[in-house]
């Protein structure tokens, strides 16, 4: 894959230096970590590997290839992690239409909820997935036990904190006594305006257990009665629950799930340059419509390393989870029970992991670039060290 002309790390790598040095004592480890980790990443300080095409006296490609530091907030290794995990994501795909649900965290929440990620993270999947499957059981909605996947993005187009769950959700469920598929109607789910009862109720349930901290301008909301008054007008308040149109078949959910799942707060695809005036790239403002929409944003070098830092998760923090049918524990059960339901047979098994007598593996080894041919690795190195020259040149 072509390395894109400017990376995250090359920020890092030109201001980070001095950036962190200017926020000495106002970084988590966390943070500091994913500089460290995206400025190595693919680089001779985590070591690598020289492989070569097996066809060497053919075409002779020889190419140096170096380790990705695997952290979850590199923008250079997520591509790959979404990669691997849509096999299994594939596998659990129903034949029924799947829905698209957005659940928002309101912006007087989001202040608070910086410094308490885990709480205030954990307790948005804990609400929406309840209203979602809560509501999904009453009789006079659905009336059906579902499945559903959520996943947890904290930022806008512009790397400002956004917290919000995105949920895909199969358009329909077991019914209650579990002998049949009770089925949306097309181009409906589900009423879902309990979310902000339930969310507060949640929320002030945390502070009385002492789960939350305040500081700076909130420190006063330690107070019961200065929390209650502060969390009064969203009860009023309409939360934004946004329910897009459905998807457009299976092959559209895996679409979206790929860019999705492990998505991180820009992508480098969307930086345009670094210079003098800061650091240029693409951006959506959701407020226009058309070709306004898109836009060209500059961020002072320290304040795209900022807003980039808002999003790292707390150490253990799962951000992709899963609920209902399709929570891990019963998954591969409910869903052979929801092919059966349906009437519709069980995927064959994709035979690109075996040979046909379904004993070996497949040759996995990466392609060639140049005539399609199988690498083979001829040298690997350690940690901080350069590789050897190659073994041979190419033949004239």
Known sequence: MRR??????????????????????????????????????????LGGHVEACEACEACGHVRVAYNSCRNRHCPKCQGAAARDGLAAREADLLPVGYFHVVFTLPARLAAIAWHNKAVIYDLLFKAASETMLTIAADPKHL?????????LHTWGSAMTHHPHVHMIVPGGGFSLDGKRWVACRPGFLLPVRVLARLFLSKLADAHAAGHLRFFGDHEGLSDRRAFASFLAPLH????????????????????????YTHRVAIANSRLISLDERGVAFRCKDYRRNG????????????????????????????RIRHYGLLASAGRKANILRARALLARPEPEADCTDTDKAGTAPTDTRPRCPCCGGRMIVLETFARGHQARAPPWTQTP
């Open 4 to 45: 894109p002309s400017l990376e995250v790390a090359d920020i890092f790598h030109r201001h980070g230096a001095a950036w962190r040095a200017a926020q000495a004592g106002h970084l988590s480890l966390g943070q500091i970590k994913v500089m460290a980790a995206s400025e190595a990443c693919r680089t001779a300080a």
């Open 143 to 151: 009336g059906a036990r579902i499945g559903l996947t959520a996943v």
């Open 236 to 259: 009023r308040t309409n939360w934004v629950v946004y329910a897009k149109p459905p998807f457009a078949g299976p092959e559209a959910v895996l679409a979206y799930l790929s860019r």
């Open 291 to 318: 070709a306004e929409r898109y836009q060209v944003m500059t961020l002072d070098a320290g304040e795209f390393i900022r807003r980039f830092l808002l999003h790292v998760l707390p150490k253990g923090f799962h």
